[in-house]
């Protein structure tokens, strides 16, 4: 599912879990959570209500964030690939990448020199250092392992790989990996407002969306949909507001992702996350 029907009401919902994107929802161009977004976060879990992030992210380059506000429930991670519990340890599902089918990745990124990144679930690897590995030191707490692909692949449960894009040149090599591998990957573009030209693109198991992970997270939880709100500003959050009973984009997503919410909040700079969650949580009849 990528878009929901529209028309659904706005009033008289109980939501018990709001389901938040983090880079460009949450995160803002300062590389920083707002105050009025961590103070309406903290009112809602104080009245109940689950808070989880759903992220292209791997785990530990959300830890922090997690600790800062204070989460103790399951989140979903890696694009949807990764439903887990960071406090208890808990991981509730994983769809990781064939290792056959990764080895085919791996030979054609080679064959047509694309830079490529291989993620497990608490490190990952690249068989060549370029710029991307200072953003993801600095930026995420990520470092890099330096390896031969060959050295890892059936040994390592890889969760995703990664394509990197800042020039028109790495843009065509991305566009050439992922429509050879149309239908056998799936590929997703992903920002962040503290490198608005960087493009971040996730490939997953084909299976994998954040929509379908918020399904498997609702009924962990024992949750229908409708009682979920979801927050997202990017195309790879298309699934996720099309899943959730209540859709949310921010003010700074794209037209198409607009397009497919129940309601549009502020940007990320003005502290968008906290305007919904105070006008359909914390508000008794989700009005303002």
């Not at 566009?175 to 962040?192: M, Q």
């Amino acid at each position: 599912m990528s878009c929901k029907a529209q028309g659904s009401p706005l009033t008289n919902r109980q939501i018990k879990l709001v389901v938040v994107d983090l880079d460009g929802t949450l995160i803002n161009s300062r590389g920083q959570i707002s105050s009025a977004d961590k103070t309406v976060i903290a009112a809602a879990k104080s009245g109940g209500i689950a808070i989880a992030l759903s992220t292209g992210r791997v785990v530990d380059a959300c830890r922090q964030y997690i600790a800062d506000l204070s989460l103790d429930g399951a989140h979903i991670f890696f694009d949807g690939a990764l439903i887990y519990n960071p406090t208890q340890n808990t991981t509730i599902a994983l769809q990781p990448i064939d290792p056959g089918l990764l080895a085919a990745a791996v030979r054609f990124a080679r064959a047509n020199s694309i830079y490529l990144e291989l993620y497990a679930l608490d490190r990952y690897f690249v068989e060549e250092i370029n710029w991307a590995d200072a953003i993801h030191r600095e930026f995420f707490g990520l470092r890099s392992t330096h390896v031969n692909f060959d050295e890892i692949i059936g040994r390592e449960l890889i969760i995703k790989c990664e394509l990197m894009i800042h020039n028109q040149d790495e843009e065509l090599k991305a566009r050439l990996f992922l429509d050879h591998f149309t239908g056998s990957l799936r590929g997703s573009v992903a920002r962040t407002p503290a490198y608005p030209n960087v493009k971040f693109i996730n490939v997953v198991n084909p299976a994998v969306s954040k929509g379908t992970a918020l399904v498997k997270l609702a009924a962990y939880l024992n949750l229908d949909l409708d009682q979920v709100m979801a927050i997202g500003d990017g195309i790879n959050d298309l699934s996720l507001l099309g899943t959730a009973g209540l859709a949310v984009a921010m003010g700074n997503a794209s037209d198409e992702l607009k397009a497919c919410a129940d309601f549009v909040t502020s940007s990320v700079d003005l502290s968008g996350v906290a305007l919904a969650i105070s006008r359909f949580v914390l508000s008794r009849d989700g009005e303002t």
